[in-house]
């Protein structure tokens, strides 16, 4: 019965994943008329260091981007602490802080709580009157996710999840908050549980819109009087960048201590170039792993380079690469864990995306 309830899910996934309006395949026309764009930026170093190749097996924090149905492994606790320079080399510096909790809550049940800090720095004031930098001071963009996550194994080959996410944007005088939904499932199958598939479908929800102060301004009703009133611009109202994942994965075991997984996932983008990814992870006893992936989209290997096509237009494609370090602190299989991740993502500005994070496992 609870198997048949998970292809049941997975029907409605696929079903909603062809028929939602927003999930059309990418579309040059309508770059640039999303907004919440870092919904789309995975925060965490250990499934980025393959270029999100291994959604179909994504587990632990981790999967609260990529899909939601992996973080139904977590045994008892999961912590992840995770810290992002986005484009290094900028002047201003952004980072991304990240860090989230998952527990078993039954046999088969794990909820999960993570939030996403955008630090982005100091901008500073600047107005028609007094467009000099930094003679009325500053103001600090503040973007966050927090996302409230459930998932659960039907069985020992299927299992699906859902996550909640409140979005935050604002600046100093206006700001924008939403929600979103993302639903996903993961299938196992094969004679050692060594054939993955996953579908996902992120960012279904409302449209979002700016309010506050800053959509304001006062005018005079006639030059040289005193009389003034206020000018009430409206914000117009912008979607969420949905996006549907498809993932497959194939784990190869080499003796009694290796593993090798090659791992592909096809992401249908509405506001923008659909992408292809293939990557590569090699495991050694479940201490040492070795990630590389490649990400594709159509007009990368165009002639002239990447930087003078126009038919591109997402920030990570290329290469990405990362590791990851796990140190068993007791004899017991399930016991205490501790883990540190690393990965680099190519862009095409700037030296690329670093992240860095550390895991404890229950």
Same mark, same amino acid.
């Given at each position: ?93 952004? %980072?991304?802080?990240? *860090? ?34 930094? *003679? ?74 700016? %309010? ?6 006062? *005018? ?71 990630? *590389? ?26 290469? %990405? ?42």
């Amino acid at each position: 019965m609870k198997k048949s309830f998970g292809y049941i899910v997975l029907g409605i996934l696929i079903t909603l994943g062809l028929n939602a309006p927003q999930a059309l395949a990418g579309n040059k026309d309508r770059s640039g008329q999303a907004g919440a764009a870092e919904l789309l930026i995975n925060p965490w170093a250990a499934s980025s260091g393959w270029g999100n190749a291994g959604m179909s097996k994504v587990h632990g924090l981790d999967a609260m981007f990529g899909n939601v149905a992996g973080i139904s492994s977590c045994k008892t606790l999961d912590l992840n602490f995770t810290h992002t320079t986005w484009l290094a080399g900028m002047d201003n510096g952004i %980072s991304i802080a990240s *860090a989230g909790v998952l527990v078993r809550v039954g046999e088969s049940s794990v909820l999960g709580l993570s939030f996403m800090n955008f630090s982005i720095g100091e901008i500073p004031v600047t107005t028609t009157e007094n467009p000099d930098p930094y *003679a009325l001071g500053t103001y600090k963009p503040n973007l966050m996710n927090i996302n409230v996550a459930f998932a659960k194994s039907f069985s020992n080959s299927i299992s699906g999840g859902f996550n909640l996410k409140v979005i935050s944007e604002s600046i100093r005088n206006m700001g924008a908050t939403g929600v979103a939904l993302d639903a996903g499932i993961q299938y196992v199958t094969g004679p050692f549980d060594n054939v993955h598939f996953g579908i996902t479908l992120k960012n279904i929800g409302p449209t979002m819109k700016f %309010s506050g102060d800053g959509l304001s301004f006062k *005018a005079f009703l006639t030059q040289g009087t005193s009389q003034q009133f206020t000018i009430v611009q409206r914000a117009d109202e912008f979607e969420l960048p949905t996006q549907l994942s498809i993932a497959a994965a194939y784990d190869w075991y080499i003796g009694e201590t290796s593993r090798l997984t090659i791992a592909g996932t096809f992401n249908s983008n509405s506001f923008t170039n659909d992408q292809v990814t293939l990557g590569l992870e090699y495991g050694w006893k479940d201490i040492l792993m070795l990630r *590389a992936g490649y990400t594709y989209e159509n007009g990368i290997w165009a002639k002239g380079g990447v930087e003078n096509n126009d038919d591109c237009m997402n920030l990570n494609r290329g290469l %990405s690469a990362g590791l990851s370090v796990q140190a068993p602190l007791s004899k017991d299989e399930n016991g205490l864990k501790i883990a540190v991740d690393y990965s680099y993502r190519d862009t095409y500005t700037f030296n690329g995306t670093h992240s860095v994070g550390a895991r404890i496992i229950f």
